[in-house]
């Protein structure tokens, strides 16, 4: 499917930044401007994370909904570079308050920010770059914009608390499991699709359409997520494995397994997640068990069951190099676990 | 000055709250029906610091600053309710975040979010009430409100960055200090006031009056806060006494008894200040230190020449009730002190 089938997970995202590759880098210069601040810090702390790399997959979802909404027109405009940094802002944002609220080490296969500056700096760094969010939208002046932006950042904050919430919890349920992934992830990847397909003045159908696939892809990426920290080496994924396992997240994996397993597996379950009582042993039999009971494949059927849906939303599109793209990416979520 | 001259500091407050009490009403019913989630956690731990009290003092400009300019008008209106609401939220916001990064105990006497919700709660909690106020702006619509109010939480953050880059740093410019003061809490004194002025459509010398009012009255307040936490007693203030100095916080009182000091008494501040060296007799003599040096006496006479250049500031609005409860509040910023 599209003009990249075939190719493997990264490239998926590969071509879409080559389509894309003018509006990407005036969206890294606009994000490499606008982190400045006169507390020094704060830039230095910023590039870390920000400058650093990363896919830079939100803003290109942005960028390409604009693109495929006619925005910019003849006319021209950049209004879609302002607001794909904007959106990489507070993702940047999350990320920064995630890893001290996980307390990680590790962010893209190299120390977070807050193992290098400290969970204060962190803290305080990410609402910065939230409020720097805001006075990008607000120059833009689009209220809707503004509507769709502060709504998400609502609903990310609510998808994390949920997840705090549930923590430690093996009575969560896959639907609560299913919030916090909407929340916390795919919330974003949707109003990131909407933003730019507003600039496109289009009929409202295709924003729906393009928020849709948004939502899908952001519960398939994280869906994938979730599998993988059961089933990556660390180098794959840039990330420690079994952080969710030792920190007693719930996710699909555990939650498949637990629903399982006979009675001394859901008493191993409730002693590690429930109670927090880990041995160094533990995570080995953890992996065994959910390797046994195909946990890591069902979350993977159900993540690409996602992704279909994403695509099928994209549907409403004329074929597009564009739309070809966004397509191979709904599969990139799914290919990057093989 | 004023019609409540010669009653104690509190009573300035009461007054101005008594003035506004309707209005302070529906601000206080506006911001317990809009920190609603469908998350439980959220309205539990933000009614804990929101709902539980605190002066509402920025609220309580906002309306204020409203209505010495004149709105609502008769054709009547609540966007004032509203966006004094989201003032608050913000303030919230940034109190969650501070005790997180304070490591803090004690908040109004009581125990802090985080010691009883923890960091991770109140971290992500505190990213909702900040979503949840650009929201509450979203809806009022006036994107005049929203540029004054995300620069205002720009700048928040960046003196709360400043602030812990220059912990433990004696070299700390008394300018550097009062960057760290105006940013992390003038500058939203300034905002709350400006933001009711320009409901009113006044003149824009009334906004900036007003604005000039709150960022004086907020440095005023925030210098008397950094004296009382080297003066007052527990009971009195409603936090830890010494917190500045078991952490190293630069403040107007350390930076005036250091300068004054002799070799002796700063090689004593260089322990515990810059090393975080201290024994358990050491607030006590840097509390002797600082009486001896009339530090205290000294910052509380530079926040009275705030307090005063704050009540200047309102010299372009003719005599009102509502004008000398303000002015009365900028002497309550000082006389808490007493």
Known sequence: ??????????????????????????????????????????????????????????????????????????????????????????????????????????????????????????????????????????EDGSLEVLAVLSQAAATIAEGEVLQLATQNDLSTSEESYLEVVKGKTASLFAAACRVGAILGARPAAEAEALAAYGMNVGIAFQLVDDALDYAADQVQLGKTVGDDFREGKITLPVLAAYGAGGAAERAFWKRTIEDSEQ????????????????????????????????????????????????????????????
Chains 1, 2 share one sequence.
Do not use: W
């Open 1 to 138: 499917m599209g003009v990249a089938a075939g190719v493997d997970g990264g490239d998926a995202l590969a071509v879409l930044s080559a389509l894309l590759s003018e509006d990407l880098a005036a969206c890294n210069r606009t994000i490499v401007a606008r982190m400045t601040s006169p507390v020094a810090l704060i830039p230095q702390l910023a590039a870390h994370i920000v400058a650093a790399g990363g896919k830079r997959l939100r803003p290109l979802l942005t960028l390409a909904a604009a693109r495929l909404c006619g925005y910019p027109d003849a006319a021209g405009g950049e209004r879609h570079v302002q607001l794909a940094a904007c959106v990489e802002f507070i993702h940047t944002a999350t990320l920064l308050h995630d890893d001290v609220v996980d307390e990680s080490l590790l962010r893209r296969g190299l120390a977070s920010a807050n193992a290098v500056f400290g969970n204060k700096a962190s803290v305080l760094v990410g609402d910065f770059l939230f409020a720097r969010a805001f006075q990008l939208m607000v």
């Open 279 to 338: 041995s160094p042993d533990d995570l080995d039999h953890a992996l065994r068990l959910i390797r046994e009971h195909g946990a890591i494949k069902a979350t993977l059927a159900r993540a690409a069951g996602y992704a279909q849906s994403a695509q099928s939303a994209l549907r409403v599109f004329p074929e597009a190099r564009l739309r070809e793209a966004l397509l191979d990416v709904a599969d990139y979520t799914i290919r990057r676990a093989r």
